[in-house]
């Protein structure tokens, strides 16, 4: 792993993470408290098992599912906000203001071109509009080498297509949290490169702080810190 200068102060901190689906006999602890701290500038690999509970470590660090206990502290404007104790809306706020989400089957917006898919981000998180977020949609889509698929709805898209716009999406408007769910599953490996060296930089240059699921043992050089998950025990396995 590469030497890098991080902080060490976490700006994303899950303490004591539990999360059980189902009622009697098909109860099934997901996490089993869970803690893990992100830190600027660092592109952490979170590995393990199908099943072992990573989509649903990254839902809740997220603040997409509420956990059933535990505390997720994210630094915002300059003080430490739990996720989980803000009104619905404030944390819909904070979601659109400060995280990118890279979902495991992408969920674009069927209706809405690539270059759409992107330039709304922009607008919802009030960072840019009109030809600003144009320009801006457009560079990151000429990085992910889609600048010929702009105009194209998901429907007529590639998977590995669709996957780079959602990356595209979760980075454009240069999130402080950037949470990607296996976001090299369906790419073959120049361009599987090309994602992580944009993660990296998100992370290494822009200070964000990034989670990436992957099954996938190739990523290890690009990342910072690595953690194993396994029948919702989490381990962190090494540090660069
Ligand atoms: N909405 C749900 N209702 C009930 N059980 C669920 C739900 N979501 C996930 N689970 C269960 O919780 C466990 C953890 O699921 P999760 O999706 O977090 O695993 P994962 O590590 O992301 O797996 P994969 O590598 O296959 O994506 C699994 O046993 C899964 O069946
Ligand atoms: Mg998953």
Redesign the pocket.
């Known amino acids: 792993m590469p030497a890098v200068v991080t902080s060490t102060t976490p700006t994303l901190r899950g303490v004591g993470l539990t999360k059980t ?2 009622d009697g006999s098909a109860r ?1 602890a ?1 996490l089993k408290a869970v803690s893990i701290d992100l830190r600027p500038g660092e592109l952490a690999l979170l590995m ?10 990254l839902a809740v660090l997220s603040g997409l599912l509420e956990p059933d206990s535990g505390q997720v502290l994210a630094e915002d404007e300059g003080e430490l906000r739990d996720v989980w104790a803000m009104t619905g809306k404030q944390r819909e706020d904070y979601r659109l203001r400060t995280t990118g989400f890279v979902f ?1 089957g992408y969920n674009l917006f069927p209706a809405l071109t690539a270059r759409q898919q992107l330039e709304i981000v922009l607008k919802w998180g009030g960072y840019a509009g009109g030809s600003e977020a144009r320009r801006r949609a457009d560079e990151m889509l000429d990085k992910l080498g889609l600048a010929p698929n702009r105009h194209k709805k998901p429907a007529y898209l590639s998977g590995g297509e669709k996957q780079r716009v959602a990356i595209g999406r979760a980075l454009v408007k240069d999130p402080s949290f950037v949470f990607a ?2 976001p090299t599953s369906a790419l073959d490996w120049e361009n599987g490169q090309r994602v992580m060296e944009l993660l990296r930089d998100a992370a290494h240059d822009r200070r964000a702080s990034i989670l990436v ?1 992957s ?1 996938d043992h190739r990523l290890m050089p690009y990342v910072d810190a690595y953690y194993h ?1 396994e029948d919702g025990h989490l381990e962190e396995r090494g540090r660069g």
Not at 48 to 57: I, R
């Open positions: 689906y189902g099934r997901a393990g098992p199908s099943g072992s509970g990573k989509s649903t470590l495991q769910d296996e699921v099954h998950l």
